[in-house]
């Protein structure tokens, strides 16, 4: 089993829909849980984290984890054009330098 | 806002060649990150840096690969003998290294890199 693993792509939607993203983990270590955005030819550029299960809100995007089923989600609310990237989660154990544990990526394209 | 800066964005090399990628990390940052992108993949972590020595690397970073921090600013990551399946996309990463448990590592804008 691989240790992270996301939905696969693309996702096309409508602007103003709600977009779900997912990405499932098999290693209980990970304790902390983030969504990057990468838009073309750039950088991975940190989106939201959290460590612990539940909900946590930022603006349009919501991140939300469950330890106990090793599932982590990004919605975004209202999704607009602007929002159309490559969106990738990643995890890493406890400690200020540890590696990153990325998924595949889904590319979004939000259509006007 | 403070940035990682990564040259060149593009690189070909024949195969058996030598490269070096250079990155310019966050200037207070002290952890320091590659990472790499092959086509349709994932990103993988190669090896992280800290206060002069290797603190972690993957299966990947065998002895073809090198890092070094050649002065106060740059980071760089040699591939000694360029292989086909070193062509991906090389990302460089820093964190700040005060704030405990979890840092956040902000990337560079990548250096392609294209072995024929």
């Known amino acids: 089993q691989k240790e992270v693993e996301q939905d696969p792509g693309p996702l096309s939607v409508p602007e103003g829909a709600i977009v779900s993203l997912n990405c499932t983990y098999s290693?209980?270590?990970?304790?902390?849980f983030m969504w990057y955005r990468q838009y073309s030819r750039k950088g991975p550029e940190l989106l939201m984290y959290?460590?612990?299960?539940g909900n946590k809100e930022d603006g349009r995007f919501t991140a939300q984890v469950d330890k106990s089923s090793k599932y982590i989600s990004l919605f975004i609310r209202d999704s607009q054009p602007s929002d159309s990237a490559t969106y990738l989660c990643?995890?890493?154990?406890?400690?200020?330098?540890?590696?990153?544990?990325f998924g595949k990526g889904i590319t979004l394209s939000v259509r006007p | 806002e403070p940035e990682v800066t990564q040259t060149p964005s593009h690189q070909v090399t024949q195969m058996g060649q030598e490269v070096i990628l250079r990155c310019v990390p966050i200037?207070?940052?002290?952890?320091f990150y590659w990472y790499r992108q092959i086509l349709g993949q994932k990103v993988e972590f190669l090896v992280s840096?800290?206060?002069?020595?290797?603190?972690?690397k993957s299966e990947i970073f065998d002895d073809q690969f090198s890092v070094e921090r050649p002065d106060g600013s740059n980071f760089t990551l040699k591939i000694r003998s360029t292989k086909l399946e070193d062509s991906a996309m090389y990302f460089c990463?820093?964190?700040?290294?005060?704030?405990?448990?979890?840092?956040?590592?902000?990337f560079g804008p990548g250096t392609r890199l294209l072995v024929l």
């Open positions: 200037s207070n940052h002290l952890y």
């Open positions: 840096f800290y206060n002069n020595e290797i603190s972690e």
């Open positions: 990463a820093s964190s700040e290294g005060d704030r405990g448990m979890w840092e956040t590592q902000y």
């Open positions: 990643a995890m890493s154990r406890p400690g200020a330098n540890s590696k990153l544990t």
């Open positions: 959290t460590y612990s299960s």
């Open positions: 290693n209980s270590a990970f304790q902390y």
